[in-house]
């Protein structure tokens, strides 16, 4: 199988609104793929056709050879899905929990004590299989959710939001799991707004206002989005003089990074002047990820970037 998942132009409106516009995608078998935008971008409507829930208005699309209209069955027996909403029982016990699922995806009897066994072993809860759910942090929970949605060993797993609200460590610890997950040959499309997450993807598709303006590796992207010639200022009073940097004539953005500002200038050449206004040296920067985002976040939907940032 090329493709653990395509689409061609696929739609859904709601009424008058178009929350997904024509989305063509392409996700290589064992390929993490990142689904990035601003909130009601349609990121989660997407997910949601893709995994059979939501029968599109219009176009087509397979997941793992199964037609989306047509084999919607097919594909929820076959597929993982984890949301930031993922419901489990805060009554039982971890183990019930992954038996309960378990049972859900018709997990084989004869499987189902090894298969519970793995996922507590995934999760890193070994010897607290008897705890209530409900006793776990955040992290813990949220690894469990991840046991319960993969326990039948799906082909592809789609995360929908699935680390909102946990630590950074446990985002970061998270994440391990997903890239050992990939390396053994599982899909997973995940949607996420935190930028050091997507920098874990092996592939990044951007959307906004339901169309996708690029999709290309985290290295790519930062390479070629960017228009300009970006430096980063550090400055005592950075906040105040946000506005003053922005209105600047040869200064095409300004965006606060903690106690930096990054500074996006027309051309490399106006960095002694902006030295010269600000009174402080402009250091010549690589864009982040975050900086790609902002970039691709004021760009309307109907400007896609596929002209300028190969699709690979």
Not at 53 to 61: F, R
Request: charged share 25%.
């Amino acid at each position: 199988m090329e493709y653990a998942v395509t689409t061609s132009e696929l739609t859904r409106t709601f009424g008058s609104f178009t929350a997904v516009d024509r989305l063509n995608l392409n996700i290589k078998p064992g390929e993490i793929y990142g689904f990035i935008g601003p909130n009601g971008a349609g990121k989660s409507t997407a997910i949601r056709m893709l995994c059979g829930i939501l029968e599109p208005t219009s176009g087509s699309g397979s997941v793992l050879g199964y037609d989306l209209v047509r084999e919607t069955e097919e594909i929820k027996k076959r597929i993982g899905y984890m949301s930031q909403k993922f419901s489990l029982y805060e009554d039982l016990t971890v183990e019930e929990n992954l038996n309960f699922y378990a049972g859900l995806y018709s997990v084989p009897r004869r499987e189902l004590k090894g298969r519970v066994r793995e996922m507590v072993v995934m999760a890193g809860l070994s010897g607290r299989e008897e705890e209530l759910t409900a006793n776990l942090s955040g992290g813990w929970k949220q690894r469990l959710a991840l046991g319960c949605a993969i326990i039948s060993r799906p082909a592809i797993v789609f995360l929908d939001e699935p680390t909102s609200g946990v630590s950074p460590i446990s985002r970061r610890m998270f994440f391990k799991i997903i890239q050992r997950m990939a390396a053994a040959g599982t899909t997973v499309m995940v949607t996420t707004h935190f930028m050091d997450e997507a920098e874990y993807c092996d592939k990044i598709a951007f959307i906004s206002v339901g169309r996708l303006m690029t999709v290309n590796t985290p290295d790519n992207l930062k390479k070629n989005v960017i228009d300009g010639h970006l430096v980063e200022l550090e400055l005592p009073d950075a906040m105040n003089r946000l506005d003053e940097i922005e209105n600047l004539p040869y200064v095409k953005e300004c965006t606060v990074h903690g106690p930096l500002l990054h500074v996006l200038l027309a051309n490399e050449s106006h960095r002694p002047v902006l030295q010269e206004s600000t009174g402080s040296e402009p250091r010549s920067i690589t864009p982040s990820l975050e900086d790609v985002f902002i970039a691709l976040a004021k760009l309307k939907g109907d400007t896609p970037l596929s002209g300028n940032v190969p699709n690979l």
